[in-house]
């Protein structure tokens, strides 16, 4: 099959996608790009993306700015906003912004479904409609929210109107929140002198660039994980050139990355090797070899011209300003021989030889559990076991950074270099430096060495308050909240008090929020398992830590 998505090769282009996914033994298709949710791989960007977005909900009225190139992933972002916004919100979702002022009005009023008479044309009467609605929101604790897809082909007028929009006000606060997503253009329409006044009210704004190197393999792993991959589909010999050609934009990793194992389906490979690869990025970009082989052509021709235009310039100034060496210095060369560090070599990380691999994962949870200093019993299942100690299981796909930010002992999924997965314990982190456990052995292991033969998932226990039975939202109540209360306090530099009532009332979330915001978590005030980790690490515990004790005696 020649052609990528020609008419002719859709239903072909289908079919072959749906026996590859069998192929693999995937659950579903991994490099979809429609907007999903669970596959939003959030890297430090993304992380903070999210993080902005539900901040500018929570606040108190204005414009928040998201932008980024093509393909960057802000379109998943406010799909991942969506699940996240607390249930007194109402969302009215743009999508296509080159409209008039009247039907962009209309658009937000279909989208709330707000009434206004058959076949209006007056911009008025479609405002009182929107405040009415605004008015009668707020006085039933609910806010309103209009988030623009593409905001960067919006016209003069229709951004001024929109401006007009958020003076739509009580006493107390705006009425309306508004989120802005588009290309990068759309901060430079915000920078003209005209749009000085909408610029000025935008309270947050955040830029997503492209991945690095490091994120995109990170990235590929974790869709692969979700899409349930039980091996290493893109060894780590095809990266660079899947980085060199999707230039670290994840819709273009996900379309090469997705004819890449059609083609590696075709062939009959369990794998995607290299030259498997570049010739889906070939496709996918629509450029041959002979243009390729042209263009690097050119590339080396520029390179050796400045090359040799840079060594004469260079002779020419040695002969012209020749230092004189001092005539006490010997002629010996004194420059020291480089040292390469250990560390500095790249590994792929193997399961240790005369060790059955068959049992990583349950040797993994026997080191997990002693670290908590609790017996393991090998029959039973880990996470019921933790259980009756009050602790919980909890399993999240992320990065390094996202589990020294939980800091706690964990259990990883790593792959070796022929695909073969096995389980492993990192019982402590400083410096970049790993102690893993696999089996019996300890090893101390870099972090760029983890992340190039991890997907992403991993396993921590967590300490449960005390009759905690699930996430506290607004109006929970119970002996919770007390401990919320006094662990609040405690994070503040408060000394605690009792609270008059077990209520988690609208005080308590502004604070809990606050505290979310400060720990990079995010701020929708409702109070799960990572708040409660970050906690207990603000306020100190008896758990085991990954990062700030030495790991445990084995």
Same mark, same amino acid.
């Given at each position: 099959?020649?052609?990528?998505?020609?008419?002719?090769?859709?239903?072909?282009?289908?079919?072959?996608?749906?026996?590859?996914?069998?192929?693999?033994?995937?659950?579903?298709?991994?490099?979809?790009?429609?907007?999903?949710? &669970?596959?939003?791989?959030?890297?430090?960007?993304? &992380?903070?993306?999210?993080?902005?977005?539900?901040?500018?909900?929570?606040?108190?009225?204005?414009?928040?700015?998201?932008?980024?190139?093509?393909?960057?992933?802000?379109? *998943?972002?406010? &799909?991942?906003?969506?699940?996240?916004?607390?249930?007194?919100?109402?969302?009215?979702?743009?999508?296509?912004?080159?409209?008039?002022?009247?039907?962009?009005?209309?658009?937000?009023?279909?989208?709330?479904?707000?009434?206004?008479?058959?076949?209006?044309?007056?911009?008025?009467?479609?405002?009182?409609?929107?405040?009415?609605?605004?008015?009668?929101?707020?006085?039933?604790?609910?806010?309103?929210?209009?988030?623009?897809?593409?905001? $960067?082909?919006?016209?003069?007028?229709?951004?001024?109107?929109?401006?007009?929009?958020?003076?739509?006000?009580?006493?107390?606060?705006?009425?309306?929140?508004?989120?802005?997503?588009?290309?990068?253009?759309?901060?430079?329409?915000?920078?003209?002198?005209?749009?000085?006044?909408?610029?000025?009210?935008?309270?947050?704004?955040? /830029?997503?660039?492209?991945?690095?190197?490091?994120?995109?393999?990170?990235?590929?792993?974790?869709?692969?994980?979700?899409?349930?991959?039980? %091996?290493?589909?893109?060894?780590?010999?095809?990266?660079?050139?899947?980085?060199?050609? %999707?230039?670290?934009?994840?819709?273009?990793?996900?379309?090469?990355?997705?004819?890449?194992?059609?083609?590696?389906?075709?062939?009959?490979?369990?794998?995607?090797?290299?030259? *498997?690869?570049?010739?889906?990025?070939?496709?996918?970009?629509?450029?041959?070899?002979?243009?390729?082989? @042209?263009?690097?052509?050119?590339?080396?021709?520029?390179?050796?011209?400045?090359?040799?235009?840079?060594?004469?310039?260079?002779?020419?100034?040695?002969?012209?300003?020749?230092?004189? &060496?001092?005539?006490?210095?010997?002629?010996?060369?004194?420059? %020291?021989?480089?040292?390469?560090?250990?560390?500095?070599? %790249?590994?792929?990380?193997?399961?240790?030889?005369?060790?059955?691999?068959?049992?990583? $994962?349950?040797?993994?949870?026997?080191?997990?559990?002693?670290?908590?200093?609790?017996?393991? $019993?090998?029959? +039973?299942?880990?996470?019921?076991?933790?259980?009756? /100690?009050?602790?919980?299981?909890? @399993?999240?796909?992320?990065?390094?950074?996202?589990?020294?930010?939980?800091?706690?002992?964990?259990?990883? @999924?790593?792959?070796?270099?022929?695909?073969?997965?096995?389980?492993?314990?990192?019982?402590?982190?400083?410096?970049?430096?790993? *102690?893993?456990?696999?089996?019996?052995?300890?090893?101390?292991? +870099?972090?760029?060495?983890?992340?190039?033969?991890?997907?992403?998932?991993?396993?921590?226990?967590?300490?449960?308050?005390?009759?905690?039975?699930?996430?506290?939202?607004?109006?929970?109540?119970?002996?919770?909240?007390?401990?919320?209360?006094?662990?609040?306090?405690?994070? $503040?530099?408060?000394?605690?008090?009792?609270?008059?009532?077990?209520?988690?009332?609208?005080?308590?979330?502004?604070?809990?929020?606050?505290?979310?915001?400060?720990?990079?978590?995010?701020?929708?005030?409702?109070?799960?398992?990572?708040?409660?980790?970050?906690?207990?690490?603000?306020?100190?515990?008896?758990?085991?830590?990954?990062?700030?004790?030495?790991?445990?005696?084995?």
């Amino acid at each position: 099959m020649n052609c990528i998505f020609p008419d002719p090769c859709i239903s072909i282009y289908i079919h072959k996608s749906l026996m590859y996914k069998e192929h693999f033994g995937l659950k579903e298709l991994p490099f979809s790009i429609s907007p999903d949710p &669970r596959y939003l791989y959030l890297s430090e960007q993304h &992380r903070e993306a999210l993080a902005h977005l539900v901040y500018g909900i929570s606040s108190d009225g204005g414009f928040v700015l998201l932008t980024g190139e093509v393909g960057t992933g802000k379109t *998943t972002v406010c &799909r991942c906003l969506l699940e996240q916004t607390p249930e007194y919100s109402d969302i009215a979702f743009i999508l296509n912004p080159k409209v008039s002022v009247k039907e962009l009005l209309a658009s937000f009023c279909d989208e709330l479904g707000i009434s206004y008479p058959e076949g209006n044309k007056s911009i008025k009467v479609f405002v009182d409609r929107i405040n009415t609605y605004l008015l009668d929101a707020y006085a039933k604790g609910r806010k309103t929210v209009m988030i623009i897809e593409e905001a $960067q082909n919006l016209n003069p007028d229709v951004l001024e109107q929109i401006r007009l929009l958020t003076n739509l006000e009580t006493n107390q606060q705006k009425l309306l929140q508004i989120i802005m997503v588009g290309q990068p253009e759309l901060r430079d329409m915000l920078s003209k002198p005209e749009l000085l006044q909408l610029s000025q009210r935008i309270t947050a704004r955040y /830029h997503i660039g492209r991945l690095s190197r490091k994120e995109m393999e990170a990235y590929v792993n974790y869709r692969l994980s979700v899409a349930g991959a039980g %091996s290493k589909l893109f060894p780590d010999s095809v990266m660079n050139n899947l980085y060199r050609f %999707s230039r670290g934009i994840p819709r273009m990793v996900n379309i090469i990355c997705d004819r890449a194992l059609l083609g590696a389906y075709v062939q009959g490979k369990s794998s995607v090797d290299r030259k *498997t690869l570049i010739n889906a990025a070939h496709e996918v970009t629509g450029k041959t070899d002979i243009q390729i082989r @042209k263009r690097k052509l050119l590339q080396w021709i520029a390179a050796s011209l400045l090359l040799i235009s840079s060594l004469a310039a260079l002779g020419v100034t040695y002969f012209t300003y020749k230092p004189r &060496r001092p005539a006490t210095i010997a002629s010996e060369s004194f420059i %020291s021989p480089i040292k390469h560090s250990e560390s500095a070599k %790249s590994v792929t990380l193997h399961w240790p030889t005369g060790q059955p691999i068959e049992k990583s $994962q349950t040797l993994a949870f026997q080191s997990l559990f002693r670290q908590w200093n609790l017996p393991y $019993q090998e029959k +039973d299942e880990a996470c019921k076991q933790a259980e009756p /100690h009050g602790l919980r299981c909890l @399993k999240v796909r992320g990065s390094l950074n996202d589990l020294v930010r939980l800091n706690r002992p964990a259990v990883l @999924k790593l792959f070796d270099d022929t695909g073969k997965s096995f389980y492993v314990t990192v019982t402590d982190f400083q410096n970049n430096i790993a *102690t893993l456990m696999a089996g019996k052995e300890q090893l101390e292991v +870099d972090k760029k060495d983890i992340e190039r033969s991890w997907t992403g998932d991993f396993v921590i226990f967590w300490r449960t308050p005390g009759n905690y039975h699930g996430s506290m939202h607004q109006g929970y109540q119970g002996p919770e909240v007390e401990w919320l209360y006094q662990k609040l306090s405690l994070a $503040q530099g408060v000394k605690p008090q009792s609270l008059k009532s077990p209520v988690y009332d609208e005080s308590l979330v502004k604070q809990v929020k606050k505290f979310q915001l400060s720990e990079g978590l995010l701020s929708d005030g409702v109070v799960g398992s990572q708040t409660i980790i970050h906690l207990n690490n603000a306020t100190g515990s008896n758990e085991p830590l990954l990062v700030g004790e030495k790991a445990k005696k084995l």
